[in-house]
T-cell receptor, first 113, second 107 residues
């Protein structure tokens, strides 16, 4: 089976712009979770989608949003980018849901200038 | 929220040495995973271990949920073991990652 894929792998944006990241889960997995990793805050949970519905949300501002499509692919959007949004964004897929065994993609490294 | 602490934060080993990494958590958990993050940022699954002991080659892990800790053992370390090791626990309905242990294996 193919693993979790994320596109793009690298991205450079300017403050104030918006960005959309994509994640394709392992075939058959219906849950996709998103995480932000920064040197200062470590790995932090953003949100989880299961069967096109957001099930859980972490403590991030409303500028961070996501959605999931009927084929389980998920997108994450960040609007009005700030310098502090520079991070590695990781998505993970799970067969049973976000509280069960998760498999991570390679990540998207976002740099905001 | 739950606190997940890993120790030691940094570890330098000579190739061939053994090591034990620890993950302590402050509340009851439903599940626990260990990951290895390679230099490119990819998180690689090592163990899914809510309780008990598992082994996979040179690696093994033990979780004692009632005492709120998990251990990851690495034997006969190799340079390819270098990277950051994370434990992640499930409390409530989401995963919480530990602070990580950065391992460097020297030839």
């Amino acid at each position: 089976k193919a693993g979790v894929t994320q596109t793009p792998r690298y991205l450079i944006k300017t403050r104030g712009q918006q960005v959309t990241l994509s994640c394709s889960p392992i075939s058959g997995h219906r849950s996709v979770s998103w995480y932000q990793q920064t040197p200062g805050q470590g790995l932090q949970f953003l949100f989880e989608y299961f069967s096109e519905t957001q099930r859980n949300k972490g403590n991030f501002p409303g500028r961070f949003s996501g959605r999931q499509f009927s084929n389980s692919r998920s997108e994450m959007n960040v609007s009005t980018l700030e310098l502090g949004d520079s991070a590695l964004y990781l998505c993970a897929s799970s067969f049973l849901g976000g509280t069960y065994e998760q498999y991570f993609g390679p990540g998207t490294r976002l740099t905001v200038t | 929220g739950i606190q997940v602490e890993q120790s030691p934060p940094d570890l330098i080993l000579q190739e061939g040495a053994n090591s034990t990494l620890r993950c302590n958590f402050s509340d009851s958990v439903n599940n626990l995973q260990w990951f290895h993050q390679n230099p490119w940022g990819q998180l690689i699954n090592l163990f899914y271990i809510p309780s008990g002991t598992k082994q996979n080659g040179r690696l093994s892990a033990t979780t004692v949920a009632t005492e709120r800790y998990s251990l990851l053992y690495i034997s006969s370390s190799q340079t390819t073991d270098s990277g950051v090791y994370f434990c992640a626990v499930v409390n409530g309905n989401q995963f919480y990652f530990g602070t990580g242990t950065s391992l460097t294996v020297i030839p």
